[in-house]
């Protein structure tokens, strides 16, 4: 009871980045917070057939398996009553997922139903406590959900005093991920999904999908040649590419250079883009 | 074939365009100097009721929006664009809402219209970031969501074809009505405004308005209902006050930081030939490049 949960994005048997990233952070606030980690994985049964390899290494204690074939692709309202009907049993503090497409699509679903706090995009997640003067009432251990607003300008730091699970969803590469312990061994539970999803749950039909690999690496990119709203135009952008085949480099962009058109946001560098590690990184018309 | 349509658009200040004056020298904003706008996504949502509004003539489009007075401007601005209506929600009790207070308040708004096809909205606005309000909204009416939309393919019966815009692909899915959508910037960009439109309903104006900037002509304003913008309450809507605004968030702000930008371990050159052949070397040596 009362354990840390990471809800699991999984695409074609492979868990994604951002999840395991989440696992590495849901592990060590566990560890501080003296709980268990325990994650979600819902999908076909092929798509599930290799997760716990996947996840144990990075400290995960009790994996959830809720196999159905129609669970893949993921659509809204099955795996939102998957979480909702889970957490009324299992009460969780804590509940992390990717601030992707489908974490910002599921997360806020979630937290509507079970009418709690929900703080997207977070940069940031640390264990602390809170005094509520006005009530005279001492908070222990609240999750402290710092994330950048108003464009970036100022940073909030967000609690959910009374309402559990605390949710927060994180974008990829804001976390590092790092095996925790390759021998690690945690318990799997599979779960019958009729006692958790409605036949009506199942309206929404997907009926054409592509997914394509991105073409744009910027994450681990170790060189980024970066342009601002100084660049001037699209077409001096070009320069920036030039400079970045001659390097090996990947070009970024600042979210003026984005709004203005003069790059695809999916190069967006930044706290409202791709958060970045490189060794080096160039910066051109960026003030 | 006609449909009930609902636009829920926020107005929102410009963060895209913080200028000099935005920021003060301690780091904290001026929120004077930037000005309200239309939240941009929510353009490209009107976009698509217009759209449905062109293919299915006799369709109504109804914009609601929740914020201080001067939030009518935003429901003329979609007038002047072909909306059809203007709800504006609010209320000293809807002040401090988080998503989810906020999303209440829209539903039990979306309730009292009562009819009601397709509610579109923008994916997420550009103060707050959060793309939280569809959702919500939409679990809280009970019915489905499609997020992240790019286009509504279209409309057959009692079902709506819509393509969505993932990380890296395309998704088409088929959805029974009603429905919420919001719309991703990546879809088309809203018609201008309509000179004839912006003529009929340069003076329409909510009743708080008309008192406070002491506008008379009530004949006109009987005789002309168009012209008058809905305004309502908490108690319009039948809300809970205890669900509304503050009091109703689950989240909590502990503490606002400004943002100073500072550079850390960073180093200036010169453009000299000789500073920049030693740095180039020293990347080279460190092997980041090459």
New interface residues.
């Given amino acids: 009871m009362n354990n840390l949960f990471v809800y699991l994005e999984i695409e074609e048997g492979v868990v994604a980045d951002v999840s395991l990233e989440l696992l590495t952070k849901g592990r060590s606030l566990a560890s501080q917070l003296d709980c268990k980690l325990e994650v979600i994985a819902a999908g076909s049964a092929a798509d599930l057939e290799k997760i716990g390899e996947q996840v144990f290494p990075y400290g995960v204690d009790l994996l959830h398996l809720f196999k159905d074939d129609r669970l893949s692709p993921y659509t809204t309202l099955p795996h939102t009553s998957i979480l909702a009907e889970l957490f009324q049993k299992e009460q969780p503090q804590i509940c992390l997922m990717g601030a992707t497409i489908i974490g910002r699509d599921l997360g806020p679903r979630v937290s509507s139903l079970l009418g709690s706090g929900l703080t997207a995009d977070c940069t940031s997640l640390e264990i602390g406590d809170h005094e509520d003067k006005k009530a005279g009432k001492i908070y222990k251990n609240l999750l402290y959900q710092i994330r950048p607003a108003f464009g970036g300008n100022i940073v909030a730091w967000i609690i959910n005093p009374d309402c559990r699970p605390q949710m927060a969803t994180v974008r990829e590469g804001v976390m590092k991920k790092e095996i925790f312990d390759p021998y690690y061994k945690g318990e799997t539970i599979e779960h019958d999904v009729a006692d958790f999803v409605k036949e009506e749950d199942f309206v929404v039909n997907i009926i054409d999908r592509h997914i394509e690999k991105s073409k744009v690496n910027i994450k681990n990119s170790p060189i980024i040649v970066s342009g601002g709203y100084g660049v001037g135009s699209k077409e001096n952008f070009q320069l920036l590419y030039q400079l970045a085949n001659v390097l090996g480099a990947e070009v970024g962009a600042s979210r003026a250079a984005v709004d203005a058109g003069f790059v695809e946001h999916e190069r967006q560098v930044g706290q409202t883009g791709i958060t970045v590690r490189p060794k080096l990184y160039i910066a051109c018309g960026i003030s | 074939m006609t449909f009930n349509i609902i636009v829920l658009a926020k107005q929102v ?1 410009d ?2 365009n ?1 200028g000099k004056d ?2 003060k020298a301690d780091g904290t ?1 001026n929120r004077a100097a930037l000005p309200a706008i239309f939240n941009p996504e929510d353009l490209n949502a009107m976009e698509q009721a217009l759209d449905i509004k062109d293919r299915f003539p006799g369709s109504k489009i109804t914009v609601l929006t929740m914020g201080p007075g001067r939030a009518a401007e935003i429901l003329r601005e979609g007038l002047f664009r072909g909306a059809d209506d203007g709800i504006l929600l609010t209320d000293r009790a809807f002040a401090g809402a ?3 207070a906020t ?1 209440y308040a829209l539903s039990m708004a979306i309730r009292k219209i009562g009819k009601f096809d397709i509610i579109i909205s923008g994916r997420q606005a ?11 909204v ?3 009416l009970g019915i ?5 939309a790019e286009n509504i393919e279209k409309i057959k019966g009692r079902k709506i ?1 819509v393509k ?1 815009r ?11 009505l009603p429905v919420v959508i919001t719309v991703n910037g ?1 879809a088309r960009a809203c018609r201008p405004r309509n000179a004839k439109l912006l003529l009929k309903y340069k003076h329409a104006k909510t009743v708080t308005e008309r008192q406070t900037e002491n506008i008379d002509y009530i004949d006109i304003y009987n005789s002309r209902p168009y012209l008058n913008l809905t305004e309502w309450s908490v108690e319009d809507v039948e809300a809970d006050k205890v669900q509304c605004g503050l009091s109703g ?11 100073v930008f500072q550079a850390k371990e960073s180093r200036q050159l010169t453009d000299d030939d000789v500073d920049i052949e030693e740095l180039m070397k020293e ?1 080279i040596d ?1 092997h ?2 090459g």
């Fill in positions: 200040p963060t895209r913080v935005a920021m904003v988080d998503t989810l999303s550009i103060d707050g970031d959060t793309a939280q309000v569809g959702p919500q939409a679990e809280k489905p969501q499609i997020t992240y074809t969505r993932l990380e890296n692909g395309v998704e088409v899915v088929e959805c029974p990546t968030s689950p989240t909590k702000v502990k503490k606002i930081e400004n943002v990347l460190s980041t490049i």
